[in-house]
């Protein structure tokens, strides 16, 4: 039988398909991709698409994709029901809390306003703090939003750490890590377990080697 796998395109597809080739999957198709968004393995039974985060995990909700490839921010945003298999310790970053350095965020005084591409995880990390806020829902360069007085700070994904600092913005707090994920749809984990658990394995193997050669 053979399993559909919608990879995450943009920052986290080159990493994953490297992943894939270390443990022989045949990527040439999705290496190169032109204007394609499916793609046969060339070595084993296997469809691949290419699609944003948030349909990554919807494609494998409505069991299209057997297996999704995602970070852990879409899934902390928006859960999806499906099983988590595997940490695939690629992409790895933060979401942080940050902003201007004057600006007041924990400690102001009234009404506290939060820009993010992230609301739910905004909304529950400051009501575990016990911050009461308004949540902004920007969909990019959030960065933008304490700049120009939309927001008094913002919850944002934080890799290098550059489009922080060449804007002028610190980080107040961190919330969590975040990598890339392996999900998998419920009912192809029962009909195609095999196949699924194969696919989990192989990579899982390199997530170890690659483990083994960072210590
Ligand atoms: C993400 C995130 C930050 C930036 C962080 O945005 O929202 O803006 O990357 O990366 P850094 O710490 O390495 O600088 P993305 O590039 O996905 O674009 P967007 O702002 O349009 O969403």
New binding site residues.
């Given amino acids: 039988m053979s399993l559909s796998i919608a990879l995450t395109k943009g ?1 986290l597809e080159k990493k994953t398909v490297a992943m894939l080739d270390q443990v022989g999957y045949g990527t040439q198709n999705l290496k190169d991709k032109g204007r394609a968004l499916v793609f046969e393995d060339t070595i084993k039974p296997v469809r691949y698409f290419l699609v944003k985060s948030n349909d990554v995990i919807t494609y494998v909700n409505h069991g299209v994709a057997d297996i999704g490839v995602v970070g852990k921010d879409t899934l902390l945003e928006r859960e999806s029901g499906n099983y988590e298999l595997l940490d695939l310790k690629i992409g790895k ?1 933060k979401f942080c809390v940050a902003s201007l350095p004057e600006k007041k965020v924990f400690n102001k005084v009234g009404h506290v306003k939060i820009g993010t ?1 992230y609301p739910n995880v905004a909304r529950k990390y400051f009501l575990d703090q016990g911050i009461d806020v308004e949540v902004i829902k920007i ?5 933008l939003a304490p700049i120009l007085g939309l927001a008094d700070g913002i919850v ?9 600092k060449e804007n002028g913005l610190v980080i107040l707090d961190e919330v969590c890590d975040i990598s890339a994920r392996v999900i998998v749809n419920k009912a192809s984990f029962k009909l195609k377990r095999e196949e699924v658990l194969q696919f989990v394995q192989d990579l899982e193997s390199v997530v170890k080697s690659d483990a083994d050669t960072n210590q």
Avoid: A, H, N, Q
């Avoid at 969909?139 to 960065?143: L, P």
């Fill in positions: 920052r970053c591409k969909d990019g360069s959030v960065e944002d994904i934080v890799e290098t750490g550059t489009t922080l």
